[in-house]
């Protein structure tokens, strides 16, 4: 069953944001705690939404985290999947194209133009792209991400930190 998240699910999320940073060998690179979630999912103004894979027997087994972006082209809002992530032992289940054909029937129901999402260029990674490309996604290669992170941001802003 796939439903919104609840704040009794912000722990069970938290551990698989986790569990996916491990997969991704970078165990240390989550910062954000269950109350930082909570607040960003929860809080006056949530611009953080999350839906759960709940299975009757085992419970939360996967998770989507999503938020609206806006496409000046098509003049319309669309969906940024920032996170979709299924246990390991759950995989195989239905459960992430059912999480994903969730955030598509959003899209339609809402006249939201697009549903995008970043998955790592790695060899490890390609089960995930071979199940993103049959569920009807193709990659962008074309389109080449760039982040401002850290002191560079600072730097960015105006801060005194020099640019790295």
């Known amino acids: 069953m796939i439903r919104e998240a609840t704040p009794d699910d912000v722990a069970a999320i938290h551990d698989m ?25 929860f809080g006056p103004r949530p611009a953080l939404f999350a839906h759960v894979a709940d299975d009757a027997e085992h419970g939360v087994v996967g998770f989507s985290l999503w938020f609206l972006n806006y496409s000046t082209w098509l003049g319309t809002h669309g969906i940024y999947l920032e996170d979709l992530f299924v246990q390991p032992e759950h995989r195989g289940s239905g459960y992430g194209k059912a999480l994903l054909a969730n955030l ?52 960015l802003a105006g801060g005194t930190t020099s640019q790295k």
């Open 17 to 41: 944001i986790v569990g996916l940073a491990e997969f991704e060998m970078e165990p240390n690179a989550v910062t954000a705690t269950p109350a930082d979630l909570h607040e960003a999912l």
């Open 104 to 155: 598509a029937r959003i899209c339609v129901e809402r006249g939201y133009g697009r549903l995008e999402w970043w998955v790592l260029d790695e060899p490890k990674m390609q089960s995930s792209w071979r199940f993103y490309e049959s569920q009807g996604a193709r990659a962008l290669r074309e389109w080449v991400p760039h982040r401002v992170t850290g002191e560079a941001l600072i730097y």
